[in-house]
């Protein structure tokens, strides 16, 4: 069954530092998703993209934080200037969308540990 | 705004018994969906069950099912026959129709004690 792939599983970073967080997903689905989990916190939506462009983002996804999709297969989370407190599981993940409703598949999500 | 809540943040079973875990939501939607995902140690979440919010019928997926309380706003996962391959992090989510994201509850992690 395709699957969500993210790399790599685990990126430390010093603070300040640019980060770029990678996804590959399910290669017939049009909408993806970052998603970010603070340890021992809920799963929190960070932004949504279809069409090239992003669709929606959260009160979180502010200007350190921007997404692109450069080629026909990657989704990249590219953080600028990283804070202590972006140290976080982040989940890509993708869905066929469409009129019929398509629930979104995750992938392994990559631990990012700022230092 | 829309919140889910699941008040267990551990629960745990004997192998070949049933649990159920609870998850309450509050939306002023109408149109909606409810999903029970899980996540094993160091793996993906993995899309459980899922139920429509204009469907009375709870929904099954063999071992897996809901007990929807509309009116309550009430959405519990229970899992029959527990197996050792159960124990994982269970969260729940809600998705607005029409809208992007999911709202996820703090999840529930489930441990299945052979």
């Known amino acids: 069954e395709p699957e969500v792939t993210q790399t790599p599983s685990h990126q430390v970073t010093q603070m300040g530092q640019e980060v770029i967080l990678r996804c590959v997903p399910i290669s017939n689905h049009l909408y993806f998703y970052w998603y970010r989990q603070i340890l021992g916190q809920k799963v929190e939506f960070l932004v949504s993209?279809?069409?090239?462009?992003?669709?929606?983002k959260s009160e979180i996804f502010d200007d350190q934080f921007s997404v692109e999709r450069p080629d026909g297969s990657n989704f990249t989370l590219k953080i600028r200037s990283t804070k202590l407190e972006d140290s976080a599981m982040y989940f890509c993940?993708?869905?066929?969308?469409?009129?019929?409703?398509?629930?979104?598949?995750f992938g392994d999500g990559t631990r990012l540990s700022i230092l | 705004a829309q919140t889910v809540t699941q008040s267990q943040p551990e629960m745990s079973v004997q192998e070949a018994e049933t649990v159920t875990l609870s998850c309450t939501y509050d939306?002023?939607?109408?149109?909606?969906?409810l999903f029970w995902y899980k996540q094993p140690p160091s793996r993906q979440m993995i899309l459980v069950i899922r139920?429509?919010?204009?469907?009375?019928q709870n929904a099954t997926e063999n071992r897996f099912s809901v007990n929807f309380q509309k009116a309550a706003k009430s959405f519990s996962l229970k899992i029959s026959d527990s197996q050792l391959g159960d124990a994982a992090m269970y969260f729940c989510?809600?998705?607005?129709?029409?809208?992007?994201?999911?709202?996820f509850g703090q999840g529930t992690r489930l441990t299945i004690n052979p």
């Open positions: 993209f279809y069409n090239n462009e992003i669709s929606e």
């Open positions: 939306t002023s939607e109408s149109d909606y969906y």
């Open positions: 139920q429509e919010a204009y469907k009375q």
């Open positions: 993940a993708s869905t066929l969308g469409g009129a019929n409703f398509q629930p979104q598949h």
């Open positions: 989510a809600l998705l607005i129709q029409g809208a992007q994201k999911l709202v």
